[in-house]
């Protein structure tokens, strides 16, 4: 969605400066694979209007595909505002309500071809949105499933854009079931399953049917669980000072995927995956600071 | 409505960079007459949001009273982007088609009390929103005439909100029936009545039971209609460089306003909506350089 940052320190309700970019996990882990070098697209619903074509714009200068880029007629595309804070999370107002994406339907699912799709990621967050556009991204996972695409899930939590968290935790622990990969945050696992323990977290999820389940712990890395294999533990980078933590778990999820389409391993893929993630926190800003190939390589490199 | 002014020129798509303010014809018409020492209530349907609580606290700084404010739970407050140029009128992006005012509603009007109103204004633009919208609308403008209140209509025309042409008029020339005066510009006059005299347009409207039409006609200033009497013109102010031209219909209705709660003949109410009118189109801006009482009286004293 359209993203308006103030630039002046303060409330929202008083500031007076603002910059436009572009927010959205998805289009962070999206413009994360593409600098990384791979063929990605990326799939929403937007009004036809200026924010819109400008998130056009941004995606095709990262390189992005939107050719099956979906148009509402009757609703704008999303928007938010962001407070700038010295510390502390910063306050947000959104203009998703009725956005674009609130009309996202079965019917534009139907326009999606899965011909030469290899992995589709999704998160929790649009799960959140409305009964329609749930129904919509249900059968979008389905066709995907039934064409052989590996599906990978961040289940994203943002209990406030929900219902209530129990239905946040059904709907998202169902879309699990048809995932390949999970990759929740700890504190994320034990609203989803009822648990801390990284292996019962797991556990949840391999009994679901996931493949693999990559659990992320901040500075002590990520833990990856597979059937019938001992839990692994791939340690973090070390980071001299946290700047903003926006980005990170989207920068990790670019990983794991880079990982998974060059043919690494897990441990490997969580390894690039953490990497990212500490290389997101020492910048402000949700997806400049997204590394190339090289860069990432040599960030790894530097820690040998 | 909130308004993000693109400080940077260009298009839409493009800038980055936005100022926020406060947009509306009603709210530059309330200023202009708190700015003159009137008392004023402004109301509109605002969301529970940054924009609307910025709107609020903006009006309460110009001395607007903002007691009978709406409030909807559910919707934004309606929100606009507006490019920067530097010659032609810039461009407009909408966030209005959902916006909180779209819910205003006639059980918001029967939360409206007219026992120490004097005079109600309004313009065309809200009837466009929506057919509950204007509902609620002509029942606030009935309720009104019911209780002796003075009505001001500015007919405001924007073709580009409504359904159709044919529509803005039949809708406009109904609520004109219920106005005790009402202020087209000549061109609107003409687009309302399919007439281009001037003499026609009045007499259409004092047919329909106006009893003042005050026609504006930039540079040769307005016409002032009434029953049984002569057209009279009253000239307008020379004005070096026209810088921007939003605001003056505004500034107008309230020098007219004034004149009418001032106890001014219609006439010189005129004159003194002209020179308001002149004094809006030097400056850049809205709302923000609309005269204070003294400024007004030493800038039509400065032409004697």
Do not use: C
Request: hydrophobic content about 40%; charged content about 20%; proline content about 2%.
């Amino acid at each position: 969605m359209g993203l308006l940052n103030a630039t002046d320190y303060g409330d929202l309700v008083d500031v007076e400066n603002f910059k436009r970019s572009v927010a959205g996990a998805e289009l962070n882990v999206s413009i994360g694979l593409s600098r990384l070098g791979h063929t990605v697209e990326y799939v929403t619903k937007i009004g036809k209007d200026p924010i819109g074509e400008s998130i056009v714009k941004y995606l095709t200068s990262e390189n992005i595909n939107t050719e099956h880029m979906l148009f509402s007629e009757s609703h704008k595309t999303g928007l938010m505002l962001k407070s700038r804070v010295k510390q502390g999370d910063p306050a947000i107002a959104y203009y998703r309500s009725h956005s674009a994406f609130t009309t996202f339907s079965l019917e534009d699912v139907n326009q999606l071809e899965m011909d030469s799709v290899k992995l589709l990621h999704i998160t929790g967050i649009p799960l959140a949105i409305n009964t329609s556009v749930r129904e919509a991204l249900f059968s979008l996972v389905k066709k995907a499933k039934k064409a052989g695409v590996f599906i990978t899930l961040d289940p994203n939590l943002r209990p406030s854009i929900w219902e209530s968290e129990e239905q946040m935790v059904k709907v998202i622990n169902e879309m699990a079931s048809y995932a390949d990969v999970i990759l929740p945050g700890i504190a994320e696992g034990e609203i989803l399953t009822g648990s801390s323990s990284i292996e019962d977290i797991a556990q949840f999820y391999l009994d679901l049917g996931v493949k693999v389940v990559i659990t992320k712990s901040g500075e002590a890395g990520a833990y990856v669980s597979e059937i019938n294999k001992e839990t692994e533990n791939v340690k973090g980078f070390k980071v001299e000072q946290v700047i903003d933590t926006v980005g990170a778990g989207d920068g990790f999820a670019a990983g794991i995927i880079h990982g998974y389409l060059s043919g690494y391993s897990w441990a490997k893929s969580a390894k690039y995956a953490n990497a990212i993630g500490a290389l997101q926190v020492q910048y402000v800003g949700d997806n400049q600071n997204l590394p190339t190939k090289d860069k990432l390589e040599a960030y790894i490199e530097s820690f040998n």
